[in-house]
């Protein structure tokens, strides 16, 4: 649960905070006339206003906590999961695999007849 609480309030303080960035942002917008930059008058206008740090923080947040919620709201299904293979795992290590099979003969022989070394 505690997950979950922390995934939704990263997520939330997130977006809060790029949207805060974004708006800064575009409240400018229509002032710039040129920009330099390929990327565009909203670049220019993040660069202006000093938001490309706490826009690429808020994007941080937001993955996060979307990151903790999954977590969160799957924990058992994934503990279920890895103790599956875990156990799959052991299991193909204990396993011999240069082991002869009964009944298969061995080199070549026919089984019916003996060997002539």
Same mark, same amino acid.
């Given at each position: ?13 997130? @977006? ?11 409240? @400018? ?29 808020? @994007? ?28 799959? @795992? ?28």
């Amino acid at each position: 649960m505690k997950k979950l609480l922390a995934g939704t309030a990263l997520l939330a303080a997130g @977006i809060g905070l790029y949207l805060t960035a974004y708006v800064q942002a575009s409240r @400018i917008l229509p002032q710039i006339g040129q920009w330099p930059t390929a990327k565009g008058r909203l670049w220019v206008a993040y660069r202006e206003v000093g938001a490309v740090a706490p826009s690429r923080f808020g @994007i941080l947040l937001c993955v996060v906590g979307i990151a903790l919620l999954l977590w969160g709201t799957f924990e058992q299904e994934l503990a279920a999961l890895w103790r599956t293979s875990a156990a799959k @795992i052991k299991e193909n290590l204990n396993q011999e695999p240069w082991a002869e099979t009964p009944g298969k003969p061995i080199d070549g022989e026919r089984g019916d007849e003996p060997s002539r070394l």
